[in-house]
């Protein structure tokens, strides 16, 4: 509409808008304005060459001289025109962009709408990716970077959180990782694992900085019966196809929403990392954490996700693994009882289980870890955290 007496009358201005008129489609708000660089009105628009406070406009080939415009963000302006011969002219006082003002259309076109209305779910992804940061500066220098690595060092064990601002993949140590679309840009995890060597990698335009780690050793004696179980392979082959099954398939996106919690407040008998010997043999690296708790003791989910797997294995007994999204698992055995099954959705601090003794155990404890990938991470790196918040 427009007016020539203040607003006292108005006239339709042979635009065609929807009831919900450009001016009522809330894109942004203050924060996202922030994050977005929207505060300096006038500096460069979506691909640094096009002016966010034009005056004038190209339609058609024809340039406009322009009374005034608004960017709502980068991409998504209006612009009134100066001269009402020129509106006239094109049927339309108001000009439209949808790509930071390199095209104007005359009016609310439909086109013009459906790049609105993508714009709208862009910012809103945006919004949700900006709050899992520790602060608005983080999000905004994260969000602004067209590579992260988040932290930018690691050590053996550790795991890494990337982000581009656009899909690919990253190869690393000999397999590929497929970046998925989480708010405004693309993630995957890059776990390190215990033979990965000190050195500096490229990943993206940054570097990732792996540093050297020892780890004790722990030597462990357990009665001949129990050594026996580890001699089972077919029960341990069957049982690693259950769990492989269930950790080849992990929801596209970040299912936490807040820091990871500890699940249980047990004694550390066993740290991540430790090389363990038992009677006197070489067994692996202790890839988890061990808390010593009494029998019946409740362990809580670490975090918001779907259960994966609730089931009775030979080796860890009693177990469960709970997808946290994107390729994110943790892991509770050797339980006395299982309180969810295979499908539950859980919320951080949910009971999922009591503290147990089953499978190959030497006493009442809670074998707990995390896998990225499929490979296991030190669970320390979590807690009381989550990834977003790493940077330093």
């Given at each position: 509409?427009?007016?020539?007496?203040?607003?006292?009358?108005?006239?339709?201005?042979?635009?065609?808008?929807?009831?919900e008129?450009?001016?009522?489609?809330?894109?942004?708000?203050?924060?996202?304005?922030?994050?977005?660089?929207?505060?300096v009105i006038?500096?460069?628009?979506?691909?640094?060459?096009v002016?966010q406070?034009?005056q004038?406009?190209?339609?058609?080939?024809t340039?406009?001289?322009?009374?005034?415009?608004?960017?709502?963000?980068?991409?998504i302006?209006?612009?009134?025109?100066?001269?009402?011969?020129?509106?006239?002219?094109?049927?339309?006082a108001?000009?439209?962009?949808?790509?930071?003002?390199?095209?104007?259309?005359a009016?609310?076109?439909?086109?013009?709408?459906?790049?609105?209305?993508?714009?709208?779910?862009?910012?809103?992804?945006?919004?949700?990716e900006?709050?899992?940061?520790?602060t608005k500066d983080?999000?905004?220098?994260?969000?602004?970077?067209?590579w992260?690595?988040?932290?930018?060092?690691a050590?053996p064990?550790?795991?890494v959180?990337?982000?581009?601002?656009?899909?690919?993949?990253?190869?690393w140590?000999?397999?590929?990782?497929t970046l998925?679309?989480?708010?405004?840009?693309?993630?995957?995890?890059?776990?390190t694992?215990?033979?990965?060597?000190?050195g500096?990698?490229?990943?993206?335009?940054?570097?990732?900085?792996?540093?050297?780690k020892?780890f004790?050793?722990?030597y462990?004696?357990?009665?001949?019966?129990?050594?026996?179980?580890?001699?089972?392979?077919?029960?341990i082959?069957?049982?690693?196809?259950?769990?492989d099954?269930?950790?080849?398939?992990?929801?596209?996106?970040?299912?936490?929403?807040?820091?990871f919690?500890?699940?249980?407040?047990?004694?550390?008998?066993?740290p991540?990392?430790?090389?363990r010997?038992?009677n006197?043999?070489?067994?692996?690296?202790?890839?988890?954490?061990?808390?010593?708790?009494?029998?019946?003791?409740?362990?809580?989910?670490?975090?918001d996700?779907v259960?994966?797997?609730?089931?009775?294995?030979?080796?860890?007994g009693?177990?469960?693994?709970?997808?946290h999204?994107m390729?994110?698992?943790?892991?509770?055995?050797?339980?006395?009882?299982l309180?969810?099954?295979?499908?539950d959705?859980?919320?951080?601090?949910?009971?999922?289980?009591?503290?147990g003794?089953?499978?190959?155990?030497?006493?009442?404890?809670?074998?707990?870890?995390?896998?990225?990938?499929?490979?296991?991470?030190?669970?320390?790196?979590?807690?009381?955290?989550?990834?977003?918040?790493?940077?330093k």
């Open positions: 509409m427009r007016t020539e007496d203040s607003g006292a009358t108005w006239q339709d201005a042979g635009l065609d808008v929807p009831s008129s450009l001016a009522g489609v809330e894109l942004v708000d203050d924060s996202i304005k922030e994050l977005m660089g929207l505060e006038g500096s460069s628009g979506v691909n640094g060459s002016s406070n034009p004038t406009a190209v339609l058609d080939s340039t406009y001289s322009l009374k005034q415009s608004q960017f709502l963000t980068p991409r302006g209006w612009a009134l025109l100066a001269n009402p011969k020129d509106a006239a002219t094109i049927q339309s108001l000009l439209v962009t949808a790509d930071g003002g390199q095209t104007w259309n009016g609310l076109k439909p086109a013009v709408r459906e790049a609105i209305l993508k714009e709208k779910d862009r910012l809103q992804k945006l919004k949700r900006a709050a899992l940061y520790a983080t999000a905004k220098a994260v969000i602004g970077s067209k992260k690595l988040v932290p930018d060092t050590a064990g550790d795991v959180l990337v982000r581009h601002d656009e899909p690919g993949s990253i190869t140590l000999g397999k590929t990782y998925q679309p989480f708010g405004a840009g693309y993630f995957t995890y890059l776990p694992t215990m033979q990965a060597k000190a500096k990698y490229p990943i993206g335009d940054q570097v990732l900085t792996i540093q050297g020892k004790e050793t722990q462990l004696k357990v009665t001949k019966q129990m050594e026996s179980m580890k001699q089972d392979t077919d029960r082959q069957a049982d690693q196809k259950k769990i099954l269930a950790r080849s398939k992990s929801e596209p996106e970040f299912l936490f929403k807040g820091p919690v500890q699940p249980i407040e047990g004694i550390l008998t066993t991540y990392g430790h090389t010997y038992v006197g043999k070489y067994d692996s690296s202790h890839l988890a954490i061990d808390l010593a708790a009494k029998e019946g003791t409740p362990i809580k989910a670490t975090n996700g259960v994966a797997l609730a089931d009775t294995l030979y080796l860890t009693n177990a469960i693994y709970i997808d999204g390729g994110l698992f943790s892991q509770y055995a050797h339980l006395s009882e309180r969810v099954k295979t499908g959705r859980v919320k951080q601090g949910d009971i999922i289980g009591l503290v003794t089953t499978g190959f155990s030497t006493g009442p404890h809670l074998h707990f870890t995390f896998w990225a990938h499929n490979v296991q991470v030190n669970p320390n790196l979590f807690f009381n955290t989550t990834p977003f918040q790493w940077l």
